[in-house]
Structure formats: structure tokens, C-alpha cells
């Protein structure tokens, strides 16, 4: 069974950081690309950014408004995804879920920037 | 980037009904090796979204026949044959042609009349 679980999210000040996890299970984690998009409160869907699979070099995509502020990495090792956040803004506040390719998705986890 | 505009955004449908939500694209979804990359998602209240249709027509894992996609170029539309209760929530649809970055519709509320 395929699983996604996000945690890491959290309570932070305009211009910190988060670090937020995707620990995946039941699927080859190498064989897929791997996405985070985000959801504000009572918004709609913004993709975030992409790592794509093994066989496309894990090569990364950010939306313009995360682009030179967030770094999507992973470890296929783990079978873990990772979403570093830097210099956070409140427009960030969001459920932030990732999914494999678009058809699973996490149950999401909370961000919370204010001061 | 491609703009992709839903229609209706609140759509209230009777119990049994059929329901339908249209899905505009800015530009043809059309890629260069001839498939269509639009996606429709169901996102229940308090749940994480789902996917129930890829590449327009094509039914993922575990979805009712109840649920169907048709359109092509940058028309598009998602159709439920008889609505349940279970379907109450918000549907996106989303196109992966032209990416980065992938872009969604507003989001269409379905709710039982």
C-alpha cells in the first residue's frame, strides 16, 4: 500500500525557516517524481515544485513564487522527501502535502507563518 | 503560464442527478507526444486532495464508473452520471502539458441541494 506522511510543519516568524518531511512507503521511491503543493486556508491547489525520478537525474522545478527561497531534496536511500523553506513569507501559510506523481497524496502538514 | 478556469464554481446538485464542471485551458494541452496531460481531483471536506482522472478520460484505481472526463485541446469536462452524498467537495482540475509549473482551476464546490 502506498503511503505519504508529511510532518515537520509548524508555528514560524516572517524569515525563518522550516524543513518539512515525506516519508514514503510501498512504491519503488526512486522509480517516481515526486511533488509538494500547498493550499493556504480555504484556498484552492499551488503546486510548489518538483524532484524528478532517478532516470531524469533528480532534476527540480519551483513555482516562480517558492523559486530561490525553497529547495525540494530527497534521499532514495530513506525514501524520504524533503521541503527546506527559507525566508519565509506569511503569503506561505499553507497545508503543504506532497505527492508521488500527482495520483497519491500525503495527508498534509500545516505551516503557520506570523509574527 | 497556462491559465486554466473552471466552470461552474459552486455547483448544487439533487441526489441522483447527474452533475457536470467545465475546465478551460489558456492554451492546448495537446503535447508533443500526443497525449493530453489533464487531470481532475476530488478533495473531500477535511481530506487531502484525490485523483480521479488522468490524461482527460482515463479513471485511476478504485474510482465509480459514476465519474467520467471527456474534452480535448482546451475544452474540458468532468461529468457524474448520479450523484451520491460521498461527493460532496471541491474538484480541480489541473494540466501537466506545460509545465513548469503545473497550474490547477479555481475549484468547483459541489454540494447536495
Known amino acids: 500500500e502506498v503511503q505519504l506522511v508529511e510532518s515537520g510543519g509548524g508555528f514560524v516568524q516572517p524569515g525563518g525557516s522550516l524543513r518539512l518531511s515525506c516519508a514514503a512507503s510501498?512504491?519503488?521511491?526512486?522509480?517516481?517524481?515526486m511533488d509538494w503543493v500547498r493550499q493556504a486556508p480555504g484556498k484552492g491547489l499551488e503546486w510548489v515544485g518538483r524532484?524528478?525520478?532517478?532516470?531524469?537525474?533528480?532534476?527540480?522545478e519551483y513555482a516562480a513564487s517558492v523559486k530561490g527561497r525553497f529547495i525540494i531534496s530527497r534521499d532514495d536511500s530513506d525514501n524520504s522527501l524533503y521541503l527546506q523553506m527559507n525566508s519565509l513569507k506569511t503569503e506561505d501559510t499553507a497545508v503543504y502535502y506532497c505527492?508521488?506523481?500527482?495520483?497519491?497524496w500525503g495527508q498534509g502538514t500545516l505551516v503557520t507563518v506570523s509574527s | 503560464d497556462v491559465v486554466m478556469t473552471q466552470s461552474p464554481l459552486s455547483l448544487p446538485v439533487t441526489l441522483g442527478q447527474p452533475a457536470s464542471i467545465s475546465c478551460r485551458s489558456s492554451q492546448s494541452l495537446v503535447y508533443s507526444d500526443g497525449n493530453t496531460y489533464l487531470s481532475w481531483f476530488q478533495q473531500r471536506p477535511g481530506q487531502s486532495p484525490r485523483r480521479l482522472i488522468y490524461k482527460v478520460s482515463n479513471r485511476d484505481s478504485g474510482v465509480p464508473d459514476r465519474f467520467s472526463g471527456s474534452g480535448s485541446g482546451t475544452d474540458f469536462t468532468l461529468k457524474i452520471s448520479r450523484v451520491e452524498a460521498d461527493d460532496v467537495g471541491v474538484y480541480y482540475c489541473?494540466?501537466?502539458?506545460?509545465?513548469?509549473?503545473?497550474?490547477f482551476g479555481q475549484g468547483t464546490k459541489l454540494e447536495i441541494k
Open positions: 505527492g508521488r506523481d500527482f495520483d497519491y
Open positions: 489541473m494540466q501537466g502539458t506545460h509545465w513548469p509549473p503545473f497550474t
Open positions: 524532484t524528478r525520478d532517478k532516470a531524469n537525474s533528480y532534476t527540480t
Open positions: 510501498g512504491f519503488i521511491f526512486s522509480d517516481y517524481d
